[in-house]
């Protein structure tokens, strides 16, 4: 028996040597591994097929009974998993909103890790419990919401959102029913209740609304106009049309930072139609929250504080690893409507004592201490620093936009923050699905090469190709070379495709 406990404790953090030992082996390899492939890698992606990816994972995720060897699972981690990942700190990989981590979040994983706090209970959390509330308020302060405002860490976007909707659907049920959803359900005439947002919003809004039991069609998209802003005029009409039918719009949902434009929605408008409606106001600005510390584009976010909720992601376009977001409400008492009190966790003595738990807040229970990489960078880069991350990305953005409209691509959008949505229009092709095709094989092709990562995307029924530019190391030099072998591929593709055409014509 006393051999086995010895067994045991060297993997557990323990005050002895074998457990230390252990510790340094397995962090001195990790280092190594990710610092020796960071020096090495050249492109985003090796490009490697699916199959031969699904293969080789395949190889290296068999289960033995007895434990391996550390090199030997170090090995099969860099062959089989880490080379063929993308390596998403490379700058020429900008497809979607899916950034490259700062270094001090990447420490901050590993204390995280090692202490293992879980934010439900202060019982579980006693320090963090505190970080994340002292950022949260750090957080609203910027926003300019007052004094009463509250907010909790979330797994992202998606969440935030959720909890956005399932707030004021709550709070439009006890306003127009008299019914305390979070006690007694859906009452039936939950069925008349609508949201609106526009046609850009990102799709969490109607996938909550279906799970919060609306429905997907409780969901009304507003136009959007020609800067891809939610249309005021557009938004009037819907709500007046609504009333009309006998229905009940409570919610209005704006964007900051729309996911494919980057466009900004105007809040200060969007508030003022909110007040005359008696709309809860959510923005979403999972992207766009990044600007409170622009020191060239804050004003774009001067009114958040109106909203009634707001999400923000730091996984985004703050640099942070997955997962790490915030949802915020302008006034603490929100949260009550979803406050359950468990005896074993967070029983109502605490709350009468003044005793934090978070869980009260949220809709997840055990959940991570991703405050303490927020905290860690900032600390460490400072807030001026950051804001001029942001502020270079978007210049880069906007000169990018010019260079490919030089170029001659179709560009959709004046990027507001770092988004570029474009297209290649051959100059002897009209067919709209060729066109989409040539479009299509130019993402394939180059995701395939490694060498530049964009996404791919639909707008008025066309294929369009995105550059989501959030990487502070990318340069115009190296978006000129891009946009210059992408030109090169796109006729050649063309030319091929024209072959095709003229083939198949001649064949029938
Ligand atoms: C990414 C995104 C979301 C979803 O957030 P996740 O963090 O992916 O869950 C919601 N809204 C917008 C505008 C986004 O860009």
């Given at each position: 028996?006393?051999?086995?406990?010895?067994?045991?404790?060297?993997?557990?953090?323990?005050?002895?040597?074998?457990?230390?030992?252990?510790?340094?082996?397995?962090?001195?390899n990790?280092?190594?591994?990710?610092?020796?492939?960071?020096?090495?890698?050249?492109?985003?992606?090796?490009?490697?097929?699916?199959?031969?990816?699904?293969?080789?994972?395949?190889?290296?995720?068999?289960?033995p009974?007895?434990?391996?060897?550390?090199?030997?699972?170090?090995?099969d981690?860099?062959?089989?998993?880490?080379?063929?990942?993308?390596?998403?700190?490379?700058?020429s990989a900008?497809?979607?909103?899916?950034?490259?981590?700062?270094?001090?979040?990447?420490?901050?994983?590993?204390?995280?890790?090692?202490?293992?706090?879980?934010?439900?209970?202060?019982?579980?959390?006693?320090a963090?419990?505190?970080?994340?509330?002292?950022?949260?308020?750090?957080?609203?302060?910027?926003?300019?919401?007052?004094?009463?405002?509250?907010?909790?860490?979330?797994?992202?976007?998606?969440?935030?959102?959720?909890?956005?909707?399932?707030?004021a659907?709550?709070?439009?049920?006890e306003?127009?029913?008299?019914?305390?959803?979070?006690?007694?359900?859906?009452?039936?005439?939950?069925?008349?209740?609508?949201?609106?947002?526009?046609?850009?919003?990102?799709?969490?809004?109607?996938?909550?609304?279906?799970?919060?039991?609306?429905?997907?069609?409780?969901?009304?998209?507003?136009?959007?106009?020609?800067?891809?802003?939610?249309?005021?005029?557009?938004?009037?009409?819907?709500?007046?049309?609504?009333?009309?039918?006998?229905?009940?719009?409570?919610?209005?949902?704006?964007?900051?930072?729309?996911?494919?434009?980057?466009?900004?929605?105007?809040?200060?408008?969007?508030?003022?139609?909110?007040?005359?409606?008696?709309?809860?106001?959510?923005?979403?600005?999972?992207?766009?929250?990044?600007?409170?510390?622009?020191?060239?584009?804050?004003?774009?976010?001067?009114?958040?504080?109106?909203?009634?909720?707001?999400t923000?992601?730091?996984?985004?376009?703050?640099?942070?690893?997955?997962?790490?977001?915030?949802?915020?409400?302008?006034?603490?008492?929100?949260?009550?409507?979803?406050?359950?009190?468990?005896?074993?966790?967070?029983?109502?003595?605490?709350?009468?004592?003044?005793?934090?738990n978070?869980?009260e807040?949220?809709?997840?229970?055990?959940?991570?201490?991703?405050?303490?990489?927020?905290?860690?960078?900032?600390?460490?880069?400072?807030?001026?620093?950051?804001?001029?991350?942001?502020?270079?990305?978007?210049?880069?953005?906007k000169?990018?936009?010019?260079?490919?409209?030089?170029?001659?691509?179709?560009?959709?959008?004046?990027?507001?923050?770092?988004a570029?949505?474009?297209?290649?229009?051959?100059?002897?092709?009209?067919?709209?699905?060729?066109?989409?095709?040539?479009?299509?094989?130019?993402?394939?092709?180059?995701?395939?090469?490694?060498?530049?990562?964009m996404?791919k995307?639909?707008?008025n029924?066309?294929i369009?190709?995105?550059?989501t530019?959030?990487?502070?190391?990318?340069?115009?030099?190296?978006?000129?070379?891009?946009?210059?072998?992408?030109?090169?591929?796109?006729?050649?593709?063309?030319?091929?495709?024209?072959?095709?055409?003229?083939?198949?014509?001649?064949?029938?």
């Amino acid at each position: 028996m006393i051999g086995l406990i010895t067994n045991f404790e060297q993997w557990f953090l323990h005050p002895n040597e074998q457990s230390k030992k252990t510790f340094s082996e397995l962090m001195d390899n990790t280092f190594k591994l990710i610092v020796d492939e960071s020096m090495k890698v050249n492109k985003p992606f090796a490009g490697a097929s699916r199959q031969d990816i699904e293969s080789m994972v395949k190889k290296v995720t068999r289960i033995p009974e007895c434990g391996q060897n550390l090199k030997d699972v170090m090995m099969d981690i860099h062959e089989g998993i880490v080379k063929q990942s993308l390596w998403i700190s490379h700058p020429s990989a900008m497809a979607h909103l899916h950034c490259p981590p700062l270094l001090p979040s990447i420490a901050a994983e590993m204390i995280i890790g090692a202490l293992n706090q879980s934010m439900d209970s202060w019982d579980q959390s006693p320090a963090a419990t505190y970080v994340e509330e002292e950022l949260l308020q750090f957080f609203i302060n910027q926003i300019g919401y007052p004094a009463n405002a509250d907010g909790v860490f979330t797994s992202g976007g998606t969440q935030s959102n959720y909890m956005g909707l399932l707030l004021a659907r709550n709070q439009a049920c006890e306003t127009y029913f008299s019914v305390n959803v979070h006690e007694d359900g859906l009452p039936v005439e939950a069925s008349k209740l609508r949201i609106l947002c526009s046609e850009h919003a990102h799709f969490t809004v109607q996938k909550s609304a279906a799970q919060l039991g609306l429905g997907i069609h409780s969901v009304v998209k507003v136009k959007t106009n020609n800067k891809q802003q939610l249309c005021l005029d557009d938004a009037k009409e819907k709500l007046d049309l609504l009333h009309q039918q006998g229905l009940i719009p409570f919610m209005i949902v704006a964007t900051a930072g729309t996911t494919d434009f980057g466009s900004i929605d105007n809040v200060k408008e969007i508030a003022d139609l909110a007040n005359t409606y008696r709309l809860w106001l959510h923005v979403d600005a999972a992207y766009g929250g990044a600007l409170l510390f622009s020191h060239q584009y804050r004003q774009l976010l001067d009114h958040l504080w109106e909203a009634d909720s707001i999400t923000i992601d730091f996984h985004k376009l703050y640099y942070q690893s997955i997962s790490c977001g915030a949802f915020f409400v302008k006034e603490k008492k929100s949260f009550q409507q979803i406050m359950y009190h468990a005896d074993y966790l967070n029983p109502e003595e605490d709350y009468e004592e003044g005793i934090i738990n978070l869980v009260e807040k949220n809709i997840q229970t055990t959940r991570r201490f991703d405050a303490l990489k927020i905290l860690m960078t900032f600390k460490l880069l400072g807030t001026d620093m950051f804001g001029e991350m942001i502020d270079y990305t978007i210049h880069l953005a906007k000169k990018t936009a010019q260079l490919l409209r030089e170029h001659e691509f179709d560009v959709v959008n004046d990027p507001v923050m770092n988004a570029v949505l474009f297209r290649f229009v051959p100059d002897h092709v009209d067919a709209p699905h060729v066109i989409d095709e040539i479009n299509l094989e130019l993402q394939r092709y180059f995701y395939q090469s490694g060498e530049l990562i964009m996404a791919k995307t639909k707008h008025n029924g066309k294929i369009y190709l995105k550059f989501t530019m959030l990487h502070p190391l990318n340069t115009i030099e190296r978006m000129k070379e891009h946009i210059e072998k992408l030109k090169q591929v796109a006729k050649k593709i063309e030319s091929e495709k024209g072959e095709d055409i003229y083939e198949y014509s001649v064949r029938r």
